[in-house]
């Protein structure tokens, strides 16, 4: 008896089309729910939360990772009830800022599973409810409300630029604003600010507005090395006007967050990708060359394989940039970092097999959450 042949592939393709139906159904409902409540003059349960008083950190969070999907599809349909659940009882006691929390966390779901229309829809909820909040107690839940609108234009981007543009333009300004009492607070929101820069930068670069992209870009960069002022070793200038800096990273390894670090690598980055779009190639080389070697200083401490997707992503760009150069062949720069960087691979599953192995990435950046 002969066998049938195999059919998966379209079995699981047809069974993800209809689960993401279903999740949309479920998103839907809960808009709907959310959008009569807020128009029904209901009152809110308000309670004062001790974790929402602990400074505020930032969680990467990959929308492309290699999380099992099915996973996260069962979370998401356990979270998506339990929300209509609550909504519809008349005696729930969740509070709205637990709600604005939990809306904010099943958006990134959503957006792990690819439905970034349905992520924005309830990170929009998640926003709408943290600027309430922030009219409430300002210190407290302003670093939520730019993290939620930052999150918003990653999800706006594919459907509606001018929405994300919107969205990060009000982060950037927001986060102008934030309070810094102490060094800590003072050092995560300033990497807030960073990053919301560079976000409304890659915004501006993708609507063909390159002048006002690096005028944001290099704004991401500067307001990090504020922070590294007092380990300034060396400044170098570039024929683009922007100004090399080099820092004592063995001292700032010590003293600043892994997370700020990472975040500066990422803005040299994206200042990088627009100095070549608006033809400094060699200052975008430095600068790409720069990053890469940030993100290899700080990949020992880099959890979960950050900083070698980051090299490997640098690795292509750079090679790409040496060779549009005139009469320049490819560079070998990448080799001695990807061959470095299988040493420090604590997972035993590192993305390169060798110097010429560049990972590609694909899908959207990193969201974030605010981790207590």
């Known amino acids: 008896m002969s066998k049938l042949p195999k059919s998966r592939p379209s079995v699981d393709f047809a069974a993800d089309v209809v689960s993401s139906l279903y999740l949309s159904l479920q998103i839907n409902a809960i808009d709907e729910s959310l959008v009569d409540l807020s128009s029904g003059g209901n009152s809110y349960y308000m309670a004062l939360l001790d974790l929402y008083r602990r400074p505020f950190k930032l969680k990467y969070v990959q929308l492309n990772s290699t999380t099992d999907r099915l996973v996260v599809h069962q979370q998401v349909v356990r979270d998506t009830l339990h929300i209509q659940t609550v909504l519809r009882s008349p005696n729930s006691n969740m509070s709205i800022q637990v709600g604005a929390w939990k809306l904010g966390e099943l958006s990134l779901l959503l957006g792990k599973l690819g439905m970034y229309k349905e992520a924005a829809k309830i990170c929009s909820w998640s926003v709408r409810i943290f600027k309430t909040l922030v009219g409430i107690d300002k210190e407290v839940y302003t670093p939520y409300l730019v993290n939620g609108l ?111 670090i990472f975040e500066y690598a990422r803005a040299l980055t994206t200042l990088s990708s627009i100095l070549h779009a608006l033809e400094f190639p060699t200052t975008a080389i430095r600068v790409a060359t720069k990053s890469l070697e940030t993100f290899h200083l700080l990949s020992p401490h880099c959890p979960r394989g950050l900083c070698q997707e980051e090299i490997g992503c640098l690795l292509e760009h750079i090679s790409k940039l040496k060779n549009a150069l005139p009469s320049q062949g490819g560079s070998r720069i990448g080799e001695k970092y990807a061959i470095s960087i299988l040493d420090v691979n604590e997972a035993g599953n590192s993305i390169y097999e060798g110097p010429e192995a560049v990972h590609q990435k694909k899908g959207k950046p990193y969201v974030y959450r605010l981790e207590f």
């Not at 594919?158 to 934030?178: C, Q």
């Not at 683009?240 to 390894?253: H, P, T, Y």
Request: hydrophobic share 45%; aromatic share 6%; no cysteine.
């Open 150 to 260: 930052f999150n918003l234009s990653i999800f706006m981007e594919d459907h509606n630029l001018e929405a994300a543009h919107e969205a990060i333009t009000e982060s950037v300004g927001i986060a102008w604003s934030l309070h810094m009492p102490t060094l800590l607070v003072k050092e995560r929101s300033r990497v807030q600010l960073s990053r919301s820069l560079r976000r409304l930068a890659e915004i501006l670069s993708v609507m063909g507005k390159d002048t006002l992209a690096l005028l944001n870009a290099s704004e991401a960069v500067r307001v990090l090395e504020e922070l590294f002022g007092d380990h300034l070793s060396e400044e170098i200038p570039t024929e683009s006007g922007f100004i090399l800096r080099e820092f004592r990273w063995d001292d700032l390894l010590k003293i600043m967050e892994h997370g700020t």
